[in-house]
């Protein structure tokens, strides 16, 4: 509840929704090639994440970026995005941004709880809405009667096309994405949706996803 860990690339699916709600579609070509100096809207460096496997594809759908979470990808979907939108986004979800930002955040140089980012990631299979998530139901007294109730707060986030949209890739990644094996090794069967993430040496490994 307390502990904010690095989210690493669990924050891409909130990237490319931001990004569909200003017009991208899955189908969009995004070119997989090291970013090139000047080319990124809030970055005056020469910052180039590499991928995880050290290639490169070329142009390859947009969905292609998320589903084989590609860096170079997503930070040029982040960009066009642009920064207020996906902040906005990220803030809505409520998983937070941290004061000092830059085009980083794309791939999730972020930290959140894991009770913020399960939260968040609800949305896509809640046409969009975000639910506050808690821990405590009610309290009853000692004839059972109620004398606290947790009200059930909610505000809408996504368009429900795009919470669909995005939650369509998500269902992809547990077929042939980064969680797989879910399927493949561990015979798992039940429709799902769902993004992987890791940071360097995995020093934080996620998996947050929905049934």
């Given at each position: 509840?307390?502990?904010?860990?690095?989210?690493?690339?669990?924050?891409?699916?909130?990237?490319?929704?931001?990004?569909?709600?200003?017009?991208?579609?899955?189908?969009?070509?995004?070119?997989?090639?090291?970013?090139?100096?000047?080319?990124?809207?809030?970055?005056?460096?020469?910052w180039s994440?590499?991928?995880?496997?050290g290639k490169?594809?070329?142009?390859?759908?947009?969905?292609?970026?998320?589903?084989?979470?590609?860096?170079?990808?997503?930070?040029?979907?982040?960009?066009?995005?642009?920064?207020?939108?996906?902040?906005?986004?990220?803030?809505?979800?409520?998983?937070?941004?941290?004061?000092?930002?830059?085009?980083?955040?794309?791939?999730?140089?972020?930290?959140?709880?894991?009770?913020?980012?399960?939260?968040?990631?609800?949305?896509?299979?809640?046409?969009?809405?975000?639910?506050?998530?808690?821990?405590?139901?009610?309290?009853?007294?000692?004839?059972?009667?109620?004398?606290?109730?947790?009200?059930?707060?909610?505000?809408?986030?996504?368009?429900?096309?795009?919470?669909?949209?995005?939650?369509?890739?998500?269902?992809?990644?547990?077929?042939?994405?980064?969680?797989?094996?879910?399927?493949?090794?561990f015979g798992?069967?039940?429709?799902?949706?769902?993004?992987?993430?890791?940071?360097?040496?995995?020093?934080?490994?996620?998996?947050?996803?929905?049934?």
């Open positions: 509840l307390q502990a904010g860990r690095e989210i690493g690339s669990t924050i891409k699916p909130f990237i490319y929704a931001a990004a569909f709600s200003r017009g991208l579609l899955p189908g969009s070509l995004v070119e997989d090639a090291p970013i090139r100096p000047g080319e990124l809207a809030d970055d005056s460096g020469s994440p590499e991928n995880s496997d490169f594809l070329g142009f390859a759908p947009a969905a292609v970026g998320l589903i084989r979470s590609r860096n170079a990808m997503t930070v040029r979907v982040g960009n066009y995005a642009g920064m207020d939108t996906v902040l906005a986004l990220l803030r809505d979800a409520g998983i937070g941004v941290p004061d000092q930002v830059s085009p980083q955040i794309y791939i999730g140089n972020t930290g959140s709880t894991l009770k913020s980012l399960t939260a968040a990631m609800s949305i896509f299979p809640n046409g969009g809405v975000r639910r506050r998530p808690f821990l405590i139901r009610r309290v009853e007294d000692a004839n059972h009667e109620t004398i606290y109730e947790t009200p059930v707060l909610e505000n809408d986030v996504l368009p429900p096309s795009i919470a669909q949209m995005t939650g369509r890739v998500l269902e992809r990644i547990m077929t042939e994405g980064t969680a797989a094996a879910s399927r493949s090794q798992f069967k039940e429709k799902a949706g769902g993004k992987t993430g890791t940071t360097n040496h995995y020093h934080d490994a996620w998996f947050a996803g929905h049934t």
